[in-house]
């Protein structure tokens, strides 16, 4: 087995609550077993141009309730580029990391993945608000969106009211509407749309009707960005495409609105959440859930488990192949979603 004396750690993809307290897991639960650790900024990309920062026990103090990551991330795809790759593992010889903890979600897993066939030694730690990767059965960041949304719903519900107006609500969810659905039941949306089903307006706008014939002129819609109408296609704010090959989603909120107010004539008004989903400081379950990611990681790396991911099932840190978490998306509990849906109209 190999003698760890020396490891990186990186975050890529979209920034999330949470990674700071992973971080600073990491570096404790490492240092703590006699071995070294180098912050890799900016994703992916510290690791081709060799961009690194001393992680210490002084560096990681104060992190812990910080939103974003001290490390930096970007969207980097070091196999869009084959010599990237080869400088890549030019840096991890010439640093001498014998191992790299990889903070990502779909994209900066899915290097991951190709990366341990290429013998380099990964272990991963699933990241996103959007909650979707598959094999565990939550990623931290999931619970700071869904209560940032959550309270967000509550104050458009007494603007709602005191107006008589109908609220859309754009929330983020690139492929599942996660986000979107818990936090919907937990601010009591009327209305609830997501990417796995599409878009039927006339049962929305019939919802909406439905509840002013009982007595309630105000209705909050929460859709995420990635929910579309039957047989259409995303609602962009770009084309242009990120190296892992996405467009930015944003806009479905205005076209509903504007149909909404049309069909029903209530007036509507839409707000976008955006960015604010991702920024702040992580909720209590994020910040154990990032604890105990990151010293599980470190326990893989000391067990020479590479290639695995830690995950979270039932109520235990696990590992699992990266390559499982990282094949197919994890979409919302059909369930969950009948259940929500008692509570519209
Ligand atoms: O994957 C997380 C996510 O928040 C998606 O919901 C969203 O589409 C995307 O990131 C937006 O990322 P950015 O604006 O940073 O490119």
């Known amino acids: ?11 890529g993809g979209g920034d999330c609550p949470g990674l700071n307290p992973v971080i600073r897991a990491v570096t404790r639960r490492a ?33 812990l309730h910080r939103g974003g990551t001290i490390l930096g991330t970007s969207r980097t795809n070091p196999y869009k580029k084959p010599e990237d ?5 030019e840096t991890v010889k010439t640093l001498g990391l014998d191992a790299i903890i990889a903070i990502g979600g779909e994209d900066t897993l899915g290097v ?65 509407g996660w986000i979107a659905v818990h936090a919907g039941i937990a601010g009591g949306a009327d209305v609830i749309l997501i990417p796995e089903e599409p878009i039927d307006i006339d049962a929305v706008c019939e919802t909406i009707k439905h509840r002013h014939a009982r007595g309630k002129d105000f209705s909050i819609v929460v859709v995420a960005e990635g929910a579309k109408f039957a047989k259409a296609a995303d609602i962009t704010v770009s084309e242009k495409l990120d190296e892992f090959g996405h467009v930015r989603l944003g806009g479905i909120g205005d076209q509903l609105g504007k149909m909404i107010e049309q069909r029903t004539g209530y007036e509507t008004r839409v707000t976008v959440l955006g960015h604010i989903q991702r920024g ?38 696990v590992a699992v192949p990266i390559e499982e978490a990282t094949g197919k998306l994890k979409t919302v509990d059909r369930d969950l979603f009948e259940l929500a849906k008692t509570f519209s109209g």
């Open 112 to 176: 991951a993945t190709k990366l341990v066939k290429d013998g380099i030694h990964v272990v991963g730690v699933p990241k996103t608000i959007d909650n979707d990767l598959s094999q565990t059965d939550v990623t931290f960041g999931f619970d700071t969106a869904v209560n940032i949304v959550m309270e967000a719903l509550d104050r458009l519900h007494t603007t709602a009211e005191s107006h008589h107006r109908i609220m859309v609500a754009e929330v983020m969810g690139r492929h599942a």
């Open 85 to 89: 790759v080869v400088k890549l593992k």
């Open 280 to 317: 702040g400081s992580p909720t209590a379950f994020d910040r154990v859930l990032g604890t105990r990611f990151g010293v599980k990681a470190v326990e893989l790396v000391l067990a020479g488990q590479f290639g695995k991911m830690v995950s979270l099932q039932g109520n235990a840190i």
């Open 31 to 63: 240092i703590r077993a006699g071995i070294t650790v180098i912050g890799l900024r900016n994703g992916w990309m510290g690791l081709i141009t060799g961009d690194t920062v001393p992680l210490t026990l002084e560096t990681v103090s104060g992190i």
């Open 1 to 11: 087995m190999t003698t760890i004396k020396q490891i990186g750690v990186l975050t």
